[in-house]
């Protein structure tokens, strides 16, 4: 299983992105999907999560301006981030709870993306 992230940059504050995750393998499930992030100096903390029923979550520094969403069908989950402020600066990581057969024996786990970096300059 593999998650490919994309979509970071570099934007102005108040600016939006638009960021998505796609997943790819021998995927039988995916149950939630969400999106990290990782300021310098800083742990890893959670962003937004969402369930395979759609149900989310936020953090609650991004509730209001940051919309988690997913498209089951094409395995992709996307994070919509409206008022962009210099301390959403960070690089976002997607994960996934994921079941997969690869080879006839079945696997369940989390995976990370490799991260993209977003830039929110003041």
């Known amino acids: 299983v593999q998650l490919q992230a994309s979509g970071g940059g570099w934007v102005q504050a108040g600016g939006s992105l638009r960021l998505s995750c796609q997943a790819s393998g021998s995927i039988i499930r995916i149950d939630d999907m969400g999106w990290y992030r990782q300021a310098p100096g800083k742990q890893r903390e959670l962003v937004a999560v969402?369930?395979?029923?759609?149900?989310?979550n936020y953090a609650d520094s991004v509730k209001g301006r940051f919309t988690i969403s997913r498209d089951n069908a094409k395995r992709t989950v996307y994070l919509q981030m409206n008022s962009l402020r210099p301390e959403d600066t960070a690089v976002y990581y997607c994960?996934?709870?994921?079941?997969?057969?690869?080879?006839?024996?079945?696997?369940?786990?989390?995976?990370w993306g490799q991260g993209t970096l977003v830039t929110v300059s003041s």
């Open positions: 994960n996934a709870d994921v079941i997969s057969q690869p080879m006839d024996v079945m696997i369940v786990g989390r995976y």
């Open positions: 969402t369930t395979s029923g759609g149900n989310t």
